[in-house]
């Protein structure tokens, strides 16, 4: 066997690892979740700043911080959460993340915490902004910004933690779901899908092994 037939049956069988290892993990659920959703736009920046919210909960076993933040191309952002002046925990995400909401992993808490202040610092140099949302309030129960100015509202808050169930378990129901609005509906679909993804390696891995030497 050659060289180049060894490292592509490596690559293809890490990437088969990678996956059934993913999907054996327990999928995150919600903890709990500020009472106040995220439907209004509550700041707007393109530098660097915090923005911190007091009288939140933090169960324990949270896992993840998930945040009303968006941006098109995220920058690094790290949060903090504090009991009182005591640092209770935190964590910090990388850039390049995109959406509405921004999780930041924490290191999984032993016990739960009634009052607590959430920060989060994001870390900006002019060339991208981010859009903190959720839900307009009054000045005085609303989210501070570093400088101490309250925001216009309180943003959304959910706290995560691993769930029982892994992503095997959603199998038969994402299945269901790939059927649904199409013009022959049902779990071939899935078969398709999954053929097509098949081929493709194959195909890919003939030219490979056809144009290298």
């Known amino acids: 066997m050659s060289r180049v037939q060894v490292a592509l049956a490596a690559g293809l069988a890490l ?6 290892a993913t999907l054996s993990t327990a999928r995150a659920v919600v903890a709990r979740t500020s009472p106040l959703p995220a439907k209004e736009q509550i ?51 990388g850039t390049g993340w995109t959406g509405s909401v921004l999780t930041i992993p924490v290191r999984p808490l032993a016990r ?9 610092s994001i870390d900006l140099a002019g060339d991208e902004r981010v859009e903190i949302f959720g839900t307009h309030t009054k000045p005085s129960v609303a989210a501070l910004a570093g400088n101490g100015q309250a925001l216009k509202g309180r943003m959304q808050i959910e706290d995560m933690r691993p769930g029982s169930r892994t992503w095997w ?13 199409n013009f022959a509906g049902g ?3 899935v078969v398709l899908v999954l053929a097509l993804v098949v081929a493709i390696a194959a195909v890919s891995s003939r030219l490979i092994l056809r144009e290298l030497p």
């Open 15 to 20: 990437i088969v690892v990678a996956v059934v």
């Open 112 to 120: 739960s915490y009634a009052d607590v202040r959430v920060c989060v």
């Open 43 to 93: 700041a707007i920046t393109e530098h660097s700043a915090t923005a911190c919210q007091a009288g939140e909960a933090l169960p324990g076993g949270t896992s993840a911080i998930r945040l009303s933040l968006a941006a098109f191309t995220g920058p690094r952002a790290t949060v903090r959460i504090y009991s009182g002046s005591h640092l209770v925990v935190q964590g910090e995400r």
């Open 169 to 181: 378990s959603l199998a038969a129901l994402v299945a269901r779901h790939m059927g649904f609005g």
């Open 187 to 189: 779990a071939w679909n």
